[in-house]
């Protein structure tokens, strides 16, 4: 006789869900307050690994409709892996630094260390997906003007004519260094 005979299967199963949707629900209520971070972190992770798919050229083909069978030309599987665990381990150092804030009892603290640690993995991979797009399109002018603006290269976004104009103004500057050191002696 089996031990499922004694139990019903239906009741089990349902103490199953309600225990998976309990579990779920204090898992969501916690980061609730970080969520809207969580999903535009999710976002500009999905723009930097499109962005990088174009970039590494990779082609994506349908074999067939029914099943659908997807094929990836020029698909690298370990930098994808690689990225998908760089995101994983992101979530969790900022969410362990989060209960460390939590468990220290510092209100309030804690959203706000998430948030700025979330804000920074968000600018580096927009940075990151903006340079994929400047290399995949470099005729595009916008993406150029928006990179730089972004990474703070404005030396390259203007090249030699902002490289002159600095030399210039520290030049005439440290003349007047000298002649205002000259007065006074």
Same mark, same amino acid.
């Given at each position: 006789?089996?031990?499922t005979n004694?139990?019903d299967?239906?009741?089990?199963i349902d103490?199953?869900?309600?225990f998976?949707i309990?579990i779920?629900v204090a ?10 971070f969580?999903i535009?972190l999710?976002i500009s992770?999905?723009m930097? =690994?499109l ?6 050229e990779?082609?994506?083909? #349908? /074999?067939r409709?029914? @099943?659908?069978?997807?094929? $990836?030309?020029?698909?690298n ?13 992101i979530?969790?150092?900022i969410y362990?630094?989060k ?5 220290m ?8 260390a998430?948030?700025t640690?979330?804000? =920074?993995?968000i600018?580096?991979?927009f940075r990151?997906s903006l340079?994929n #797009? /400047?290399t995949v399109? @470099?005729k595009?002018?916008? $993406?150029r003007?928006?990179y730089?603006f972004?990474?703070l ?12 104009i600095?030399?210039?103004?520290e030049?005439?500057?440290s003349?007047s260094?000298?002649?205002?050191t000259?007065k006074?002696?």
């Amino acid at each position: 006789m089996r031990l499922t005979n004694y139990f019903d299967k239906e009741g089990i199963i349902d103490g199953l869900r309600a225990f998976a949707i309990t579990i779920l629900v204090a898992i969501t209520s916690y980061f609730e307050s970080t969520y809207t971070f969580v999903i535009a972190l999710f976002i500009s992770f999905s723009m930097n =690994i499109l962005a990088g798919f174009r970039a590494d050229e990779v082609k994506m083909k #349908l /074999k067939r409709l029914l @099943p659908p069978v997807v094929w $990836f030309e020029n698909f690298n599987g370990n930098k994808f892996k690689d990225s998908l665990a760089e995101f994983a381990l992101i979530l969790v150092v900022i969410y362990s630094i989060k209960s460390i804030f939590d468990l220290m009892g510092i209100d309030g603290s804690s959203v706000v260390a998430v948030q700025t640690l979330m804000g =920074i993995a968000i600018y580096v991979y927009f940075r990151n997906s903006l340079r994929n #797009l /400047k290399t995949v399109y @470099p005729k595009i002018l916008f $993406f150029r003007i928006l990179y730089a603006f972004i990474a703070l290269k404005f030396k390259e976004l203007f090249g030699d004519a902002i490289s002159d104009i600095v030399e210039k103004e520290e030049q005439n500057e440290s003349k007047s260094k000298r002649s205002r050191t000259d007065k006074k002696v």
